[in-house]
């Protein structure tokens, strides 16, 4: 990183910049991140088929753990926490495994997959030194493309309106996600600066009001919904699934990677590397906070990287801003008529945005796999048979029927099946999968949106 980048800080870790300034910068990290975090919760809420006020319940812890997780790690608690500014949110790495999971064996396991696979991440906390060589650009790369490649079908199925509803594919659905999708993509790629950065948002805002026109958002449940509400644990209750918690574990593993790289993204902003405390510290706090998530009714949560994305282009890193944020998010998960305001939006304007999300998480793994791999013949063919398998155990499934049910929970999935071929590959197949020479980021690199729904660094 430059000296040039260095000096585009505005506010460094712990500058505090006056209250008018920074609550609109810390709002703008929630206008960033907030589709992302309540996307997941609502996605399989609906694969479930839960009633509204369950679905609600689901947003609003969503919503209050998010911010929770985010003071640990900018104020730390003991070990726990990076002391930087990392925003967290509900990870969309778990979504396709989760609906899975939660279709076969119902929330109560969901839950307990979660509970005990983030001692994985808290275990790779403990030894991050080591856990880098297993996951070079190449693997994460793979993993990535896969998540947005397997989820893509899910969003067609929002965009429709719902699977299995009455108007599915109706006009008015695709009218409406057609309009969250095209705005958000004009916003993305022809305005700079705050219009940019809540393009997703902004576009769910603008589907959100044409429904509200059209006469197709149900707001009974809002109207229901109380004003304050105290959260209370295991609401579903929790069971405890061996192939369910192989799953997620293994997709802890994956996430623990992307935290270690959001938090050098932060730091670079400063000409420097993250210390090993930060790094340890971060790990533990998405192991721990993911814990106590699946606790409370909620699901794994991890740093975004769009909002790194916003930290490099405002040029502000102050641990503050993002703690404002996180305050944010704890107000609204207590007020259960924010949750259920979100709960009526009707599928198909969620599934406008959701498009945008899972194919720019595509792109995201794409940009790994060009910046950092180099695409020599042994590269190009675990690339291809990665994605080859997890793709056709994904849209497939009945092709594996015979097996038993342990290999079809497990391997069942596109994400996992593609992301163990890739690490058992990268393992065996001699040779390096990293580039020789890693580029080094333009000062001046201008954000696009990334996988969790906002912006990030494309350099």
């Given amino acids: 990183m430059s000296q040039e980048s260095a000096d585009h800080i505005q506010y460094d870790l712990d500058d505090k910049p006056p209250l008018p300034e920074a609550l609109p910068l810390g709002l703008q990290h929630v206008f960033a991140m907030f589709l992302g975090n309540v996307a997941p919760p609502l996605i399989i809420a609906g694969a479930v088929g839960l009633a509204t006020g369950r679905t609600t319940f689901l947003v609003q812890m969503a919503l209050l753990v998010a911010g929770v997780a985010t003071l640990v790690q ?3 608690v003991g070990p726990v926490g990076s002391n930087l500014p990392v925003m967290m949110g509900t990870s969309f790495a778990f979504v396709g495994p989760l609906v899975a999971i939660s279709t076969q064996f119902g929330l109560p396991a969901v839950f307990g997959a979660c509970l005990v696979g983030a001692f994985v991440e808290i275990g790779i906390g403990f030894s991050y030194d080591y856990i880098d060589r297993f996951f070079p650009p190449l693997v994460s790369g793979i993993v990535v493309m896969l998540i947005g490649l397997t989820l893509i079908p899910v969003g067609m199925d929002y965009a429709a309106g719902g699977a299995g509803a009455e108007n599915y594919g109706s006009l008015m659905n695709i009218g409406l996600a057609s309009l969250v999708f095209f705005v958000t993509l004009g916003l993305n790629q022809f305005f700079t600066g705050f219009l940019r950065i809540t393009s997703v948002f902004l576009g769910i805002l603008v589907g959100y009001i044409a429904a509200i026109v ?17 959260p209370t644990p295991l609401e579903f209750g929790i069971a405890f699934e061996p192939s369910a918690i192989i799953t997620i574990a293994f997709l802890y593993a994956v996430t623990a990677v992307e935290t270690i790289g959001d938090m050098t993204g932060i730091v670079a902003a400063a000409n420097r ?29 991890t740093s975004f990287s769009q909002n790194v994305g916003v930290i490099n282009f405002t040029g502000v890193l102050s641990r503050y801003v993002v703690a404002i944020g996180g305050g944010l998010l704890i107000v609204a998960g207590f007020v259960p008529k924010v949750a259920a305001l979100v709960t009526a939006m009707p599928d198909a304007v969620l599934g406008g945005g959701a498009l945008i999300l899972f194919s720019t998480i595509f792109s995201s793994g794409v940009s790994i796999i060009d910046r950092d791999v180099d695409l020599n013949h042994r590269n190009t063919t675990i690339l291809a048979v990665s994605v080859a398998l997890g793709l ?4 497939r499934p009945d092709a594996i029927a015979s097996f038993p049910e342990l290999f079809q929970t497990v391997l069942g999935s596109g994400l996992i099946m593609g992301g163990i071929s890739a690490l058992l590959l990268n393992i065996v197949i001699p040779g390096s999968s990293g580039a020789d020479v890693e580029p080094e980021p333009p000062a001046d690199a201008e954000p696009s949106i990334s996988g969790d729904g906002g912006v990030v660094d494309e350099d």
């Fill in 74 to 76: 900018v104020f730390t």
């Fill in 273 to 301: 590397e993250p210390t090993r405390d930060e790094i340890r510290g971060g790990l533990f706090a998405d192991g721990i906070m993911s814990a106590i998530a699946a606790v409370f009714s909620a699901f794994p949560n």
């Fill in 392 to 395: 056709a155990v994904e849209f």
């Fill in 214 to 230: 059209l006469g197709v958002a149900d707001f009974s449940a809002v109207a229901q919904a109380g004003w304050i509400a105290i």
